[in-house]
């Protein structure tokens, strides 16, 4: 079995301030990992994924998690926010137990204050 | 753009009644991801394709039906729909059967059963 707990559901940031979007999952076996992003009226952008390589994930728009396999987490995190990273971000796992069938976070809602 | 395209974008329709959504897959790309969208239920798996063989079924309704054709798109098939059907239907795809690959999102079609 697998899922995955996005400790948040909603993130208020203040533009130029740190991201961080929190993930723990569980999987029986090696999982990969996705977050992803959905804009407004939009579909999902893949923003970077861990498939068992390096733990620090790096993706588009300076974007990065880090997989922690003692702590079974995959934050996000972003240095600084930007009031495009106004969104809703969701944190996926998948494993090969599973046939590789993506399994979803709820989701967190990031707002960016000015 | 992912590549993917859905149509249509907006369905409005009646308890009862049967829709079709339809999805072009990326050029190249053999698998088509099904998803269902909603807010009671999140984002949640509902049938994968693999060059137009049933590969893995989620939690899809019996009132439900997919198919994907020779030229690799795909339709999804909702009979009898229901209000609680309502949602944001997401297709993906991702060039092999299985493993950690990308699964590309289309931008969704909106389902709205009144």
């Known amino acids: 079995a697998q899922s995955v707990t996005q400790l948040d559901s909603h993130v208020s940031v203040s533009e130029g301030t740190p991201v961080l979007l929190r993930c723990n999952y569980s999987?029986?076996?090696?999982?990969?990992l996705f977050w992803y992003v959905q804009h407004p009226n939009k579909g999902l952008q893949l923003l970077l994924k861990?498939?068992?390589?390096?733990?620090l994930v790096k993706g588009i728009n300076g974007f990065e998690a880090e997989f922690k396999k003692s702590e079974t987490s995959f934050h996000l995190t972003k240095p600084s926010a930007h009031m495009s990273d106004a969104a809703e971000y969701f944190c996926?796992?998948?494993?090969?137990?599973?046939?590789?069938?993506?399994?979803f976070g709820a989701g967190t809602t990031v707002t960016v204050r000015a | 753009d992912s590549g993917v395209t859905q149509t249509p974008k907006h369905l409005i329709t009646a308890t009862g009644q049967r829709v079709t959504l339809r999805c072009s897959p990326r050029s190249g790309d053999l698998s088509v991801y099904w998803y269902q969208q909603s807010l009671d239920q999140g984002l949640q798996f509902l049938i994968q394709y693999y060059n137009g063989e049933e590969r893995a079924k989620g939690n899809i309704l019996e009132r439900f039906s997919a198919q994907q054709f020779p030229d690799l798109h795909s339709e999804l098939n909702l009979s009898s729909l229901e209000l609680g059907d309502s949602a944001l239907y997401f297709c993906?795809?991702?060039?092999?059967?299985?493993?950690?690959?990308?699964?590309?999102f289309g931008p969704g079609t909106r389902l709205t059963v009144l």
């Open positions: 999987s029986s076996y090696s999982p990969s």
């Open positions: 993906a795809s991702s060039p092999v059967a299985g493993g950690p690959d990308t699964q590309y």
């Open positions: 996926v796992v998948s494993a090969y137990l599973n046939d590789y069938k993506l399994s």
């Open positions: 861990y498939t068992s390589a390096a733990t």
